[in-house]
Every structure is written in structure tokens, then in C-alpha cells.
């Protein structure tokens, strides 16, 4: 399995029984990626891949997160000094 959050990308290697066990894994990955990472900004983008023993790509997801408040007003500029 490779994931990738926004402070970079790594690859796991782990032996599942089958297809649907890795995937369901990778879900669970994606949520727990967002949930650590997201304390740190409005904006994120989380992929995950699994991979069967010949490299082929068997599952794949991503979650892009995009957050934010209320903005805040722009103040006007002091007029300048005689």
C-alpha cells in the first residue's frame, strides 16, 4: 500500500488475505490520515494505492479537503498626514 498526505508519501508493506481486506484497509487509511494531519490547515489532499504482489494497481482513492471560516474583514488604509 502507498499513501501520500501533505508531509509526504510512504509505502507500507503488508500482507492481506484478499482484494476487499486491502481496500477496506485503505479507507480506513484515508480517514485516519485526514485526521491527523487536517489540525494544521484548511486545505489537504490525502491519496492512497494498493498494489498486488506483481505491482499492479488493485485499488485507489483519494480525499481532497478544502475548509474554511469566516474571513476576516479588510481594514481601509489610515489616510496619510499633513
Known amino acids: 500500500m502507498t499513501t501520500k498526505d501533505p508531509s509526504g508519501s510512504g509505502r507500507h508493506h503488508i500482507d492481506f488475505p484478499n482484494e476487499q481486506i486491502a ?3 485503505a479507507r480506513r487509511s484515508l ?13 489537504a489532499k490525502f491519496k492512497v494505492r494498493v498494489q498486488d504482489e506483481a505491482g499492479d494497481e488493485v ?4 480525499l481532497d479537503f478544502n ?4 474571513r476576516k474583514a479588510a481594514t ?6 499633513d
Open 23 to 25: 481496500s477496506a484497509d
Open 31 to 43: 480517514v485516519d490520515m485526514a485526521r491527523d494531519a487536517l489540525p494544521d490547515g484548511e486545505r
Open 59 to 62: 485499488y485507489r482513492a483519494s
Open 67 to 70: 475548509g474554511g471560516g469566516r
Open 76 to 81: 481601509p488604509e489610515e489616510p496619510a498626514g
